[in-house]
């Protein structure tokens, strides 16, 4: 039998950065844009594939965040977020959002989220408007957790998906 690391002893040995990227990049994902705004009601924005619903009742959801960043500090600021899942046509908006560009919300149209006044993009799959709930630290990224408040789907739009760097879109075949 292999023998086993006690969890706590320190890990020996890790996979290096192109081998991680690698593996995770083998499982296909949803591509999400997450917003708020700042203080001064500045809407602040990253493209995230990192978004599992984490609880029914109450109904949460979490994202992982790269920090630092101005989207963070925004959510942290405002204690309110959205998940804009992406439709098929939006990989322009995708690329915009992963991008290092100051001005990420210059000609994309969005609208105040109903609850939280997050900006929720125009032509999505579907958006969630989350109150923070929890923060936790965790590498050089912030899993943060939502409640949601609200929500809608788009029954017209198929969404956007990512695969070994690639975007594609996803497509149903019907029930055998």
């Known amino acids: 039998m292999p023998e086993r690391l006690s969890t706590h002893e320190p890990l020996l040995d890790q996979v290096d950065l192109p081998t991680f990227r690698s593996v995770m990049g083998s499982l296909p994902t949803g ?3 997450v917003t708020s705004l700042t203080a001064d009601g500045e809407p602040r924005g990253l493209t995230c594939s990192a978004v599992c619903s ?3 009742s109450p109904p949460q959801l979490l994202v992982c965040v790269k920090q630092p960043g101005a989207t963070l ?4 600021e405002s204690s309110v977020f959205a998940v804009n899942f ?3 046509g939006m990989t322009e908006t995708a690329r915009t ?3 290092p560009v100051p ?3 210059a000609g994309v149209p969005w609208t105040p989220g109903k609850r939280t006044s997050a900006p929720l993009l125009d032509d999505t ?3 969630a408007e989350c ?6 630290l965790a590498g050089d990224h912030q899993v943060l957790i939502g409640r949601l408040v609200h929500g809608e789907v788009s029954a017209g739009h198929t969404p956007l998906t990512y695969w070994r760097a690639q975007f594609s879109e996803l497509r149903a075949h019907p029930a055998a």
Request: without cysteine; charged residues 10%.
């Open 73 to 76: 500090e925004a959510i942290h």
């Open 131 to 136: 109150i923070l709930t929890s923060s936790h």
């Open 86 to 88: 992406l439709s098929a």
């Open 103 to 105: 001005e990420r919300f």
């Open 97 to 99: 959002f992963a991008s």
């Open 54 to 56: 984490v609880s029914a």
């Open 31 to 33: 591509v999400s844009v």
């Open 125 to 127: 799959v579907a958006f």
